[in-house]
């Protein structure tokens, strides 16, 4: 007589805090990207909620749910670099929480987004205005911020590109919608899966 263990098909991946964050994150970042020009109010507005958003997400990475841990995700060059040659040859494990090539990818977000947020703010204070006001970065000369602001947004913009492409490559080769995944905070669950 033989016996089945009940295993559950999907696994609790995502809080909805991350997912929150994500999407707010799409959608304010989108938004400042293309009213850069025309409308800086709504511009500056959507820039403080994306520094906020990060702010929020740099506290929940250390101090968040298992799988929001930076602890958890990050991996070292050499774990990203052995898991983009398993990419190259269709042969990748399927992680719980993010992979090493998707973890890499956050966290250069989160660097390239931080600059992008430090020098709109410098730019403002420039003018004596913002959070940042009064501090040394009211002498910076702005329009050299600008150029600087400018050139993350657009590197950023370019990793979002990325991000994108790498999650439908992954979810192709993974059997798995990552995009759903952080809308309903859930993953397939499988026998083989990496939890580290």
Known sequence: ?????????????????????????????????????????????????????????????????????????????????????????FDVPHYIGHNPAAAAMIVSLLISIILVSITGMAIIAAEGQGPLAGTFFAGFNAEWMEEIHEFFANFTMLLVLLHVAGVFISSMMEGENLARAMVTGRKKYRSEIVDR
């Open 1 to 89: 007589m033989s016996t089945q263990t009940n295993t559950p098909d999907t696994i609790k991946v995502w809080d909805p805090l991350v997912r929150l964050f994500h999407w707010s994150l799409v959608i304010s970042f989108f938004l400042a990207f293309i009213t850069e020009d025309d409308f800086i109010n709504l511009h500056v507005a959507a820039g403080y909620a994306v520094a906020m958003l990060i702010g929020f997400r740099v506290v929940w990475g250390l101090i968040g749910t298992r799988y929001a841990r930076f602890t958890q995700f990050i991996k070292s060059p050499a774990q990203v670099l052995f898991y983009l040659m398993k990419m190259l040859k």
